[in-house]
T-cell receptor, first 114, second 116 residues
């Protein structure tokens, strides 16, 4: 069965610092990869996605992620965070051979100090 | 921008009672999903629904659960006899397409269910 792990449960950093959140998945076949964000009191919103093509994908709000197939990873990055990036970030994987369900990582709570 | 909506936002119920959670997917979407997140745990897939039938379900989705699209806009999750362990945040999602095409699922704000 597929699984997704996010290495950090909590991250605290200051504004303008760089952010990288790790995501690894276990599945050998074709995958679609997603990062969702949940701001306080709001619903899950799509940050970015990878289906095929260029493994470096750019999303909203200055976020990007890199798919490294050999490492089964899809890490999220932002060069300079803002206070408004305080949120919980979820990595999710859809293994196409396993239907269209999403398998989520445990989430990473990011707190950006002003 | 179209959004998935869910009602109620919070529901408190007694163990053994039936609850119905409601969702209005994005209007041109064809695939609908329910997920749940027990406090402190991962978001878990429950069920997907297409063309008025369940297309996939998880082990969690046992006979206590059912889904329905009673009309052209609503998509419901019913829990027949709630248990304490059903307490969770329930998310509805929808996507324009599904199995044959890589697609993005759009999530609603969730319903927080508390079973006492």
């Amino acid at each position: 069965a597929q699984s997704v792990s996010q290495h950090n449960h909590h991250v605290i950093l200051s504004e303008a610092a760089s952010l990288e959140l790790g995501c690894n998945y276990s599945y050998g076949g074709t995958v679609n990869l997603f990062w969702y964000v949940q701001y306080p009191g709001q619903h899950l919103q799509l940050l970015l996605k990878y289906f095929s093509g260029d493994p470096l994908v750019k999303g909203i709000k200055g976020f990007e992620a890199e798919f490294i197939k050999s490492k089964f990873s899809f890490n999220l990055r932002k060069p300079s965070v803002q206070w408004s990036d305080t949120a919980e970030y979820f990595c999710a994987v859809n293994a196409k051979a396993a239907g269209n369900k999403l398998t989520f990582g445990g989430g990473t709570r990011v707190l950006v100090k002003p | 921008e179209p959004e998935v909506t869910q009602t109620p936002s919070h529901q408190v119920t007694q163990m053994g009672q039936e609850v119905i959670l409601r969702c209005v997917p994005i209007s041109n979407h064809l695939y609908f999903y329910w997920y749940r997140q027990i406090l402190g745990q991962k978001v878990e897939f429950l069920v997907s629904f297409y063309n008025n039938e369940i297309s996939e379900k998880s082990e969690i989705f046992d006979d206590q659960f059912s889904v329905e699209r009673p009309d052209g806009s609503n998509f419901t999750l019913k829990i027949r006899s709630t248990k304490l362990e059903d307490s969770a945040m329930y998310f509805c999602a929808s996507s324009e397409a599904g199995r044959l095409v890589a697609e993005t699922q759009y999530f609603g704000p969730g319903t927080r269910l508390l079973v006492l």
